[in-house]
C-alpha cells in the first residue's frame, strides 16, 4: 500500500548535453557527456546523495544529424539497458528507470534483461514504456513503416502482459539448491506461461528467477489517449508533460488521470504523477536569471516571428526582431494564455524589458516542460505549491547543461524541500518500490494455486 503520509517525488534524469539544445556551449559544460563514464557515474552518485527516488535513463532507437539544433541529446544517446547496469553498479540506493522503446522490441529479451537488472542492483530498477514517435525509426529495424499510435498501443498493452507474466514465471521458492538432496530448483514452482495473443506467442518460463521487487514498476510517458489508458492500466509512475498546462491545467489532468486509475480497478495512490520540468537555480535569484538569459543566448535557433503570431495573436508584421515587447501596442491587449506566456518570459529572464527574440526563445519551448528559473526558495515555492494543489506527486529534475545543474539543486534546493519537511532527508527502503511506499505483489502462480485451492 501507499505510505501513509505524502511526500514529494523527485527523480532526476540523465541528458548528457543539457536539456536545453545550447546547454553544451556554455564554457563550463560538457561536449562529450554522451560517452562520459565520469558523468554518468558523477550524476548518480549525486542524484543518490540527494536522495532522489530515481535516476531516470530515457532513449531514442533513431538519431538524425539534422536535429541537433533542437535535441542534440537525440543525435548521440546511451543505450538505455546497458547505461542502467552501469549506474547499478556505481550506486547502492537509488532506483534506476531504464527506457524501453516496445515497437522495436522483443517481450521475452525485456523481460530477461531487467529482471537480471533488478537483481543486480538489488530491487531498484523500474521499466519505461514507450512506443515512439520518429517515423525513421522503422528504416533502423527492418520495417516498411512506423505503425500508426493505435496499433503501437494495441501491441504494447500486449507487449506488457507477457513480460509481467514472464517475471511470475518463477515462483519465489523455486530454487531450493538443496545440496543433499541434489535438486537444483522446484520444478512445479516455475512455469511455462503459454501466452498465444495477436502480436506475441511466448511459452516460457524465462531463465531468469522472479526480480527482487516481484513486478518490476512501470513508468510511461506519452500524451494520448491511448498512452493514458495504457498507464491507468499498468503504470506506477505517469511521467507526462502536464508542467506545461498551468497549475490549473495541471490540477484537471492530474485529476482525470487518477479517475482512470480508479475506472481500471485500482487504487489511484499507487500511481504517482510525475510531470517533467527544467530548473535554472544559483545561489541567488540574479545568478540563476542570468544563467539562463547566457543559455538562451547562445542559441542558434532562427527567430521566426510568425510563430509568435500565430502562438499568441499579434500582428508583428515589420517588426525587427530586436524591438521591446513593452513597445509594441499589440502586447498591451493580449489575455488569458497568450498573456501568461508573455509572464513566464519575463519571469524566466528575470526582467519585464525583453525583446522579440527573447520572447520567442522562451515561447518555442513551451511544448516541452516549464522552466523554471529562481534561487532555492523560489524553486522550492513553486515545486511546493503544485504538490500540495495535487496537481502532481512529484517532479522529474531536467537539467539544463551538463556539469554543474545536479550540483546546484543537490546542494541549494534539496536542503530547502528537506527543511520544509516535504522531502526525505534519508532512504528508508533500498528498492524502487520502498522509495514510493509501493507493496511487493504477490505472485500470480501463487495467487492462482491458493485460490484453487
Given at each position: ?5 505524502r511526500e514529494?517525488?523527485?527523480?532526476w534524469?540523465i541528458?548528457p ?9 556554455l564554457d563550463?559544460?560538457?561536449t562529450?557527456g554522451?560517452v562520459?563514464r565520469?558523468?554518468?557515474k ?12 530515481f535516476?531516470?535513463i ?10 541537433q539544433y533542437?535535441?542534440p541529446?537525440?543525435?548521440l ?12 553498479g ?5 532506483g534506476i528507470v531504464?527506457t524501453v522503446?516496445?515497437?522495436y522490441?522483443?517481450?521475452y529479451?525485456v523481460?530477461r ?30 520495417r516498411k513503416e512506423?505503425?500508426d499510435?493505435n496499433?503501437?498501443?494495441e501491441?504494447a498493452g500486449e507487449?506488457?502482459?507477457v513480460v509481467?507474466?514472464?517475471w ?9 539448491a538443496?545440496k ?8 512445479s514452482?516455475?512455469h ?6 495477436k502480436f ?6 524465462l ?6 521487487q ?6 510511461n510517458?506519452g500524451r494520448?489517449?491511448r ?8 503504470s ?5 508533460n502536464?508542467s ?7 490540477k ?13 480497478g ?7 504523477i510525475?510531470p ?9 535569484g540574479?545568478e540563476?536569471h542570468?544563467l ?12 521566426d516571428l510568425?510563430?509568435?503570431e500565430n502562438?499568441?495573436?499579434v500582428d508583428l ?9 513593452n513597445?509594441?501596442p499589440?502586447?498591451a491587449?493580449l489575455?488569458?494564455?497568450a ?6 518570459a519575463?519571469?524566466?529572464y528575470?526582467?519585464d524589458?525583453?525583446?522579440?527574440t527573447?520572447?520567442f526563445?522562451?515561447?518555442?519551448r513551451r511544448g516541452?516542460f516549464?522552466e ?5 526558495k523560489k ?8 504538490w ?5 506527486d512529484?517532479?522529474m ?5 551538463q556539469?554543474?545543474a ?5 546542494r541549494?534546493v534539496i536542503?530547502?524541500l528537506?527543511?520544509r519537511?516535504?522531502y ?8 524502487l ?15 492462482h494455486?491458493?485460490?484453487a485451492?
Amino acid at each position: 500500500m501507499s505510505k501513509a503520509i505524502r511526500e514529494l517525488h523527485l527523480g532526476w534524469t540523465i541528458w548528457p548535453s543539457g536539456f536545453h539544445p545550447a546547454g553544451w556551449r556554455l564554457d563550463k559544460a560538457l561536449t562529450d557527456g554522451n560517452v562520459s563514464r565520469e558523468l554518468f557515474k558523477r550524476t548518480a552518485q549525486l542524484a543518490e546523495e540527494g536522495k532522489f527516488d530515481f535516476y531516470f535513463i530515457g532513449d531514442q532507437v533513431v538519431g538524425l544529424p539534422e536535429w541537433q539544433y533542437e535535441r542534440p541529446n537525440q543525435v548521440l544517446r546511451p543505450e538505455a539497458i546497458s547505461l542502467a547496469g552501469f549506474v547499478a553498479g556505481v550506486t547502492e540506493k537509488i532506483g534506476i528507470v531504464a527506457t524501453v522503446n516496445v515497437t522495436y522490441s522483443e517481450p521475452y529479451s525485456v523481460a530477461r534483461a531487467t529482471a537480471t537488472l533488478d537483481h543486480l542492483s538489488n530491487g531498484r530498477i523500474g521499466w519505461n514504456i514507450v512506443t515512439g514517435e520518429a517515423e525513421a525509426a522503422a528504416q533502423n529495424y527492418g520495417r516498411k513503416e512506423h505503425w500508426d499510435n493505435n496499433q503501437r498501443y494495441e501491441w504494447a498493452g500486449e507487449f506488457v502482459q507477457v513480460v509481467k507474466s514472464l517475471w511470475d514465471s518463477w515462483e519465489d521458492d523455486a530454487r531450493v539448491a538443496d545440496k543433499a538432496k541434489g535438486q537444483f530448483i522446484d520444478e512445479s514452482l516455475v512455469h511455462r506461461i503459454s501466452h498465444h495473443g495477436k502480436f506475441f506467442n511466448v511459452e516460457g518460463p524465462l531463465n531468469a528467477q522472479r526480480p527482487v521487487q516481484g513486478q518490476i514498476p512501470i513508468v510511461n510517458a506519452g500524451r494520448s489517449d491511448r498512452s493514458v489508458e495504457l498507464g491507468a492500466e499498468y503504470s506506477d509512475i505517469k511521467f507526462t508533460n502536464s508542467s506545461t498546462l498551468g497549475l490549473e491545467g495541471a490540477k484537471a489532468y492530474y485529476a482525470d488521470l487518477k479517475a482512470r486509475v480508479a475506472r481500471a480497478g485500482r487504487d489511484p495512490d499507487e500511481q504517482f504523477i510525475i510531470p517533467g520540468i527544467v530548473v535554472y537555480t544559483g545561489d541567488t535569484g540574479e545568478e540563476a536569471h542570468a544563467l539562463y538569459r547566457e543559455i538562451q543566448g547562445l542559441w542558434t535557433i532562427p527567430i521566426d516571428l510568425s510563430e509568435l503570431e500565430n502562438g499568441l495573436g499579434v500582428d508583428l508584421g515589420g517588426r525587427d526582431v530586436s524591438e521591446r515587447v513593452n513597445d509594441i501596442p499589440a502586447f498591451a491587449a493580449l489575455e488569458g494564455r497568450a498573456l501568461e506566456f508573455v509572464q513566464i518570459a519575463k519571469e524566466q529572464y528575470g526582467s519585464d524589458d525583453i525583446t522579440l527574440t527573447d520572447l520567442f526563445r522562451s515561447f518555442h519551448r513551451r511544448g516541452g516542460f516549464a522552466e523554471i528559473v529562481g534561487g532555492p526558495k523560489k524553486i522550492a515555492d513553486v515545486l511546493q505549491h503544485w504538490w500540495e494543489e495535487r496537481a502532481v506527486d512529484g517532479f522529474m529534475i531536467f537539467p539544463p547543461y551538463q556539469i554543474g545543474a545536479l550540483e546546484d539543486f543537490v546542494r541549494l534546493v534539496i536542503p530547502e524541500l528537506q527543511a520544509r519537511g516535504i522531502y526525505r532527508k534519508d532512504y528508508t527502503g533500498s528498492t524502487l518500490r520502498d522509495h514510493f511506499g509501493l507493496s511487493r505483489p504477490e505472485n500470480s502462480f501463487t495467487q492462482h494455486k491458493l485460490a484453487a485451492e
